[in-house]
């Protein structure tokens, strides 16, 4: 009787199988296009997808190893050699160990955020889902032991890639081998289509021990890992409406008040980053106006949640909160303030201002205030150099990847509040 693989293996295989020939593909064209301009971008972006097809290759290869288990293999026909028989329990062996080893060993490598000389702080976004923790704290130790570890697990990475390579070439010419030239059924047991008759699932004893053993092992090493995570929580110390009220507890009394208009007001963000341009948003932040027209005399006062800057890229909107960044944790709020300002004509003002980030007040160019009946509108771009107010300064000083100017767009709108 003609024995086939059964339906889960056979899927698990061919799945796996194409994961590993395309993030092959993935890193052997990466490694030289993220340091080329013309192809910076688009080489960030296959390196999350290299990342998140890594991971789904480890728990796929967990998953085939267990149901191995469960399942043994058809036998080969009986005429093998006793030689070829264990070249081929080593070859399925070695690819277990390559298709766990692999993924773990590049997953090693990203938690120590380090590339060549220089700091990462890059995230792994799954396929732009949720964000995957670093394992045992690698990326919370010094530079100099990142950096070590670094300089010896990428090039463990890149070997384990070129041995399973290797090992897919040769995998491939024993099993053409076997259909073409010894003309036995063995690549039926994976592609049951290419037999005469119709192949059965083989059915053997399990080996159930050795499944369990096997599966929490890697499980329990996996979960210590995750454990193990350098990855604070972010904690917010105190509220929007607290940091307001401290900002303008010395305000002069008397000013009339305008109630800003959240749908018709926005603060947005623009720079680039690996060379492509992008836009983003603070999607909470308060304000408290007050303006006087009959004197000039302006109090403004902003408080802006720096957790929620977002511009709708998964691996950046993980990152800005981050320590390096606006550290959101130590840090939750930016601030701007304004108590001057000088007559434009035509109900315009210039509206010179404060803008404060992790504690690093930068004097910014004026805004343009106008008041326009009981509508008062505040608008303008800000310019902020990240060195100010040190964001991205330890993996990115010299705006290699992200510019180091940072463009702010303001337009606020407000009416005047009743007494």
């Not at 990240?386 to 991205?392: I, N």
């Amino acid at each position: 009787m003609s024995y086939r693989y059964n339906t889960i293996a056979i899927t698990l295989h061919w799945v796996i199988a194409v994961c590993i020939l395309i993030n092959l593909g993935f890193g052997w064209w990466m490694g030289d296009a993220l340091n080329d301009d013309a192809t910076q971008n688009l080489a960030t972006n296959v390196f999350q997808w290299h990342k998140s097809l890594g991971l789904l290759i480890l728990v796929l290869s967990l998953l085939r190893l267990g149901w191995r288990l469960l399942h043994p293999a058809p036998p080969l026909p009986e005429a093998t050699a006793r030689w070829e028989q264990l070249v081929a329990r080593l070859t399925h062996i070695a690819f277990y160990g390559l298709m766990i080893g692999i993924p773990l060993s590049g997953w090693l490598y990203v938690s120590t955020q380090w590339r060549g000389d220089n700091p990462l702080n890059v995230p792994t976004v799954w396929f732009g889902l949720f964000e995957v923790p670093h394992l045992l704290a690698l990326n919370t130790l010094t530079p100099e032991t990142r950096e070590f570890l670094a300089s010896w697990i990428l090039p463990t990475h890149e070997t384990l890639s070129w041995a399973i390579a290797l090992l897919l070439v040769l995998h491939i010419g024993a099993a053409l081998r076997h259909h073409f030239l010894l003309k036995d059924a063995v690549l039926t047991h994976m592609i049951p289509a290419l037999a005469k008759t119709s192949p059965q699932p083989y059915q053997a004893k399990p080996r159930t021990r050795a499944a369990a053993v096997v599966t929490l092992s890697l499980a329990a090493l996996l979960a210590i890992g995750l454990s193990l995570s350098g990855d604070a929580p972010e904690q917010n110390a105190s509220s929007a409406e607290q940091t307001l009220a401290e900002l303008t507890e010395g305000f002069p009394t008397g000013l009339p008040h305008w109630l800003l208009l959240p749908g018709e007001s926005h603060i947005h963000f623009s720079g680039t980053h690996a060379g492509k341009a992008f836009k983003g948003k603070f999607t909470r932040w308060q304000a408290e106006l007050r303006f006087d027209k009959a004197t000039g005399t302006p109090a403004i006062a902003v408080v802006i949640d720096t957790a929620s800057a977002t511009d709708g890229v998964p691996m950046h909107d993980r990152t800005l909160p981050q320590e390096e960044w606006f550290n959101a944790s130590a840090y939750p709020f930016a601030t701007y303030t304004a108590n001057t300002a000088d007559a434009l004509g035509d109900n315009r003002y210039a509206l010179p201002g404060t803008l404060t980030i992790k504690q690093h007040p930068v004097a910014m160019a004026p805004l343009t205030l106008a008041q326009s009946g009981d509508t008062l509108r505040i608008y303008g771009e800000l310019v902020l150099d990240r060195a100010e107010v040190d964001m991205g300064m330890e993996s990115d000083p010299n705006g290699e990847w992200v510019s180091r100017e940072i463009r702010i767009q303001v337009n606020a709108r407000a009416t005047r509040q009743n007494p």
